[in-house]
């Protein structure tokens, strides 16, 4: 098992930046590729972007490419998601998640309960 606990979120203004972390505690010796969802009520949870164990390489939605960033740092077993430019469509319920894969969509194994970010215009 891994446990996520997602901080960072809030209330912010359009073009305005926020930083999201994700602490993650448990199996964390598996090396879990890590990414971050969002979901707003009523639509399928999103991905936003993923990387690697070894952060070489990281996934980006094409939604939110070229503004938000994904970086980790293992020796916190915490990973980021930098959102700069926030827009009223970033507005949704973020989630951190492990175990990251892709088939033929994205998903995870292990979830965390969510940091909501609202931007306001």
């Known amino acids: 098992q891994v446990q996520l606990e997602e901080s960072g979120g809030g209330l912010v203004q359009v073009g305005a930046s926020l930083r999201l972390s994700c602490a993650a505690s448990?199996?964390?010796?598996?090396?879990?590729?890590m990414g971050w969802f969002r979901q707003v009520p009523g639509k399928e949870r999103e991905f936003v972007a993923g990387i690697t164990w070894s952060g070489d390489s990281t996934y980006i939605a094409d939604s939110v490419k070229g503004r938000f960033t994904i970086s980790r740092d293992n020796a916190k077993n915490t990973v980021y998601l930098q959102m700069n430019s926030l827009k009223p469509e970033d507005t949704a319920r973020y989630y951190c998640?492990?175990?990251?894969?892709?088939?033929?969509?994205?998903?995870?194994?292990?979830w965390g309960q969510g940091t909501q970010v609202t931007v306001s215009s």
């Open positions: 448990g199996r964390t010796f598996t090396r879990p590729a």
């Open positions: 998640a492990a175990n990251l894969r892709k088939t033929t969509n994205w998903g995870a194994d292990y």
